[in-house]
């Protein structure tokens, strides 16, 4: 009879692999990011997933949570009923922020 620990079981991976196309500029950027993080490849790439999800999802921006009260550095809406109007409040907020873009231009 085999013992149990004896018994060949199969390998489990990390994860599901993915196959990119790199220009010459990014292959650089990715070499330089391993070496100055001391990481894999793939954890510098898991790594700058993780911090554009988190970029995207902040609430700062994204004007619906904004409009809910989850960031409290927008400009108050005055006497505007933001239930009825929230269309308007959202496109004058999103064209204030273009505006602070350009003028930082």
Do not use: F, N
């Not at 999802?57 to 927008?74: C, E, F, Y």
């Amino acid at each position: 009879m085999t013992d149990y620990h004896d018994t060949p079981r199969p390998r489990r991976r990390a994860g599901e692999p993915a196959q990119v196309y790199l220009t010459e500029a990014d292959q650089a950027r990715l070499e330089r990011l391993t070496e100055q993080l001391g990481a894999s490849k793939s954890e510098v790439l898991r790594r700058g997933l993780e911090a554009l999800e988190l970029q995207h999802m902040s609430p700062v921006a994204h004007p619906a949570l904004r409009l809910v009260g989850l960031v409290h550095d927008i400009e108050p809406c005055g006497e505007v009923d933001v239930a009825r109007a929230h269309d308007q409040v959202l496109a004058d907020d999103e064209a204030r922020s273009w505006q602070s873009q350009s003028d930082g231009a």
